[in-house]
């Protein structure tokens, strides 16, 4: 990488096209001294002179202007090398016969306006949905994520949760169907961020907590006697056992700023992130295995048969992990959609199969849990949703 680097160094301090552009204006300015020379008296025999003079002099500026761009084209072009010396084992993928989307280009581009709509390149995301044709984007996600954009700025530049309450309150229902504590996890960033600014005063975090905490009361009760405490330690806060939700408000405007981005996406049917962000950066991880595996398996004149299976391990971070994956601990069968985990009533899991082996007497007669003296029957199990 150090060789790209250098060549990026050169390219960036030499090649730019600065100094082509003083030198065209030097021709410029040579040619309009002439033309008004000659414009002052056209009659004149010094005009033959003045032509003779602009011809020299403009052929030794026209050699210096491609003396300029010499220097652009040779350090791209070196730039270029390195970056081609550095990369060379990437044509081994350039052969159709690994490019399984090679017919459909327009899922692609599909994926790559839908990045651009979501990551709030709306111009970009236009013209690209111009030129691509039809896409089968619905036309007013644009507008959803610009509503989203302006909710998640008046989070993050002004510090102002209105907006995103606002939202929230309005999509309760939906929100409550997931399971999201959106509302209530903004609400508190609210009276969090008025009692660490207001100082000694107070009294706004206070008239915040008496006007809103209440509709909470039922699922967050705890919590909410927790912030309230917070008043018992006005000034050594942080000693006290209430300090934590506190002590880093920032980090808590992120946070929320990222739940919210989160549950306005899912209600969108779509994932926080991006997918293609995702792919690609999936991708960048694997590749060097893959290139690797490639060039292994030309060398050694080897193929590798197993459909969508591959040879290596490719190890991903755990923020890439999607499918978990559940092992029964009576059958060690993995589970799967035909044999799914089940969660008896204690607690423990187990798959569907093993369940049914032990509830010999059918969905009725009662089961021991193999883990626990708790007894349930079949019915009672419910499946788990991994
Ligand atoms: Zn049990």
């Known amino acids: 990488m150090d060789a790209i680097k250098a060549e990026f160094d050169r390219l960036d301090s030499r090649a730019n096209l600065g100094k082509a552009?003083?030198?065209?204006?030097?021709?410029?300015?040579?040619?309009?001294?002439?033309?008004?020379?000659?414009?002052?008296?056209?009659?004149?025999?010094?005009?033959?002179?003045t032509l003779g003079r602009l011809h020299q002099s403009m052929a030794a500026q026209l050699d210096q202007v491609g003396n300029d761009h010499k220097e652009v084209y040779s350090a791209l072009n070196r730039y270029g090398k390195a970056l081609d010396k550095k990369f060379k084992a990437a044509s081994a993928f350039s052969s159709s016969d690994y490019d399984a989307l090679s017919n459909d280009g327009h899922l692609i581009n599909r994926a790559i306006a839908m990045h651009l709509i979501r990551e709030g390149q709306f111009a970009v995301a236009k013209t690209f949905m111009k030129e691509a044709g039809e896409l089968d984007i619905p036309e007013d996600l644009q507008g959803e994520f610009v509503e989203m954009y302006q909710i998640v700025e008046a989070m993050k530049v002004r510090r102002d949760l209105e907006p995103a309450i606002a939202w929230a309150r309005l999509k309760a229902g939906l929100l409550e169907q997931r399971g999201s504590n959106l509302e209530f996890d903004l609400c508190k960033l609210q009276f969090v961020w008025l009692f660490v600014q207001g100082g000694p005063d107070k009294s706004k975090a206070r008239d915040y907590a008496t006007k809103e905490f209440q509709r909470f009361w039922k699922k967050h009760l705890m919590e909410i006697a927790k912030l309230m405490?917070?008043?018992?330690?006005?000034?050594?806060?942080?000693?006290?056992?209430?300090?934590?939700?506190?002590?880093?408000?920032?980090?808590?405007?992120?946070?929320?700023?990222?739940?919210?981005?989160?549950?306005?996406?899912?209600?969108?049917?779509?994932?926080?992130?991006?997918?293609?962000?995702?792919?690609?950066?999936?991708?960048?991880?694997?590749?060097?295995?893959?290139?690797?595996?490639?060039?292994?398996?030309?060398?050694?004149?080897?193929?590798?048969?197993s459909q969508n299976e591959l040879p290596v391990e490719i190890p991903l971070p755990p923020a890439y992990h999607f499918h978990s994956i559940f092992v029964c601990p009576v059958s060690k069968d993995q589970t799967t959609d035909a044999n799914p985990p089940m969660m008896l009533p204690c607690g423990h899991v187990i798959a569907l199969e093993s369940l049914q082996r032990l509830a010999k007497g059918g969905t009725q007669s009662t089961l021991k849990c193999p883990y626990c003296p708790k007894e349930s029957t079949l019915v009672q199990a419910k499946k788990v949703i991994i």
């Open 21 to 49: 552009l003083v030198d065209i204006n030097k021709c410029i300015l040579l040619l309009e001294n002439a033309r008004n020379q000659i414009a002052k008296d056209p009659s004149s025999p010094s005009r033959v002179a």
């Open 229 to 305: 405490c917070a008043f018992v330690f006005p000034t050594d806060l942080h000693e006290s056992p209430y300090g934590k939700p506190f002590e880093d408000p920032e980090r808590m405007w992120g946070d929320v700023a990222h739940s919210f981005t989160k549950e306005f996406c899912s209600l969108l049917g779509l994932s926080a992130e991006s997918p293609l962000y995702l792919a690609a950066t999936a991708g960048a991880i694997a590749l060097p295995t893959l290139l690797k595996m490639t060039s292994i398996m030309k060398e050694k004149k080897t193929e590798w048969t």
